[in-house]
């Protein structure tokens, strides 16, 4: 008996479950646009050297004339950082060539740009001229310590004013500082967000609650193609996306916190409350009478008694079973990561028109979420892992071999691409919240998930090694895909298992596991 079965008496997933979960939920359409807004906030528009004088009166009718003032790149078209000394007038009426202009005298952009603003009206690279490591691990640790629902209301109120104030930002320094503050109330936000999720749903419908929550996400990444669309300037993009967290602060206060944590922080009595309050809105009022505070203790005296110790971020190595699933959670979190971003976060390499480029990157979500909920309902949660890591990782390679004029064919691979390593985050998610227990779940799910940080900093970076072969970037995100995939089948299956409390529910799972591994192995 435990906590699971206190769930079931008061309504299983009834209708406080899906109040709860949709109300979560609902702040998950603007989460993309926190994590993918540099996609068009510090979009890079076309552009070349400011001409005195002249440049204002150039529009799409006179373009022809920045010939005599740009000279041509080796693709032919206007560098972005030189301009002529002198005006070239016979360049207008001359064919595209290196030959006739190769030899005149140029000299950069002292004067600075003019940008195009057909698809950005204003960016931070035109106008103001790390992902951070820390974010995930406080904001667990404070969660851990104040509680889920505490951390969650304070992350949504962050980010409504740091976010909406970032748009204010007078230089580049300023918007970093601001980005880096708002980064630490995106994760608040996710992690806790996932951990109230998972702490009130009953055990067979966590798979199905947390892909639809998923989806949330996926339609948030192509509301974002909207918004940046529509606004196409980054002050403005900013406040469309972060003002309506205050809304969601305001509605926040309607949550319940976690009951499990609730018993395990001493605090029984406010965990019954809760309890009863979920079994009236369940229309189960009369078990409001029979679970009483020795009936709640009852089924967590196990829980209780662990409880009594401190539990830190040491405490996931100590042990072989905690150990052996945060060395492998932290490969798994960093290569998902690492993957994704590098697909998602540079959408202008593809050249296709950024904001559609941006929808279908979502829309190839929802098909690839759809087989990731079949496969974690039937397959569980270790082979679906593995197995979208290892597909993810095929296309990656098989877009080495396709020649670059193959434009299309180059496309479709990375957006097949980035809907596996969708699935595989979907997946991640809900693995990491039901392979940790409830007394360090949070600090659990921050420590892994501070990889997918690193990874997320690290994925444009590879980029760099283009210069040196083209293929290299596929080469690392593909064997970073490989390795997780293949580290992903040592971690324990979780599928139809309640979720454990204390560290000590995960070493016995797994020494059961063994030994009815030898009995069958016989």
Known sequence: MGFADLLDEVGGFGRFQMIHVTLLSIPGLLMASQNLLNNFTAGVPEHHCRIPNITAALNESTAALLRAFIPLDSSLTPSRCSRYTDAQWHLITDRPSHTNASDLQTEACAEGWTYDKTE?????????????????????????????????IWSYFQLAVLGTFTALSPSYVVYCVFRFLTGMSVSGVILNAVSLKVEWIPTKARTLVGTISSFFFTFGQMILAGVA???????????????????????????????RWLVLNGRSEEALKHLHRVAKINGKPEMTEKI?????????????????????????????TMRKISMCLMVVWFSTSFAYYGLAMDLQKFGVNIYLMQIIFGAVDFPAKLVAL????????????????????SVIFANIF????????????????KGFTSASFTCIYLFTGELYPTVIRQTGMGFVSTMARIGSMAAPAVLILDEILPALPSIVYGGSAVLAGLIAFLLPETLDIPLPDTIEDVEEKSTASSKQLVKTSQ
Not at 123 to 148: D, H, M, P, Q
Not at 304 to 319: A, M, R
């Open 120 to 152: 950005f009206i204003s960016s931070i690279v035109s106008e103001v001229t790390v992902k951070v490591i820390s974010e995930s691990v406080l904001c667990s640790l404070f969660s851990c310590r104040f509680g889920r629902k505490g951390m969650l």
């Open 374 to 393: 079949l496969m974690l309902s039937f397959l569980g949660r270790r082979i679906t892992q593995g197995t979208c890591l290892l597909m993810s990782a």
């Open 402 to 417: 396709v020649p670059k004029d193959m434009q299309i064919t180059r496309t479709a691979l990375a957006v097949l691409g």
């Open 229 to 259: 669309y529509s606004l196409k300037d980054w002050r403005k993009i900013h406040v469309a996306v972060c003002l309506p967290f205050f809304a969601f602060f305001i509605y926040s206060w309607w949550y319940s916190e976690s009951a």
């Open 292 to 320: 009483t505070l020795e009936v709640l203790e009852s089924h967590m005296q196990k829980e209780v008694q662990s409880s009594k110790s401190i539990h830190t971020v040491f405490d996931l190595l100590k042990t072989p």
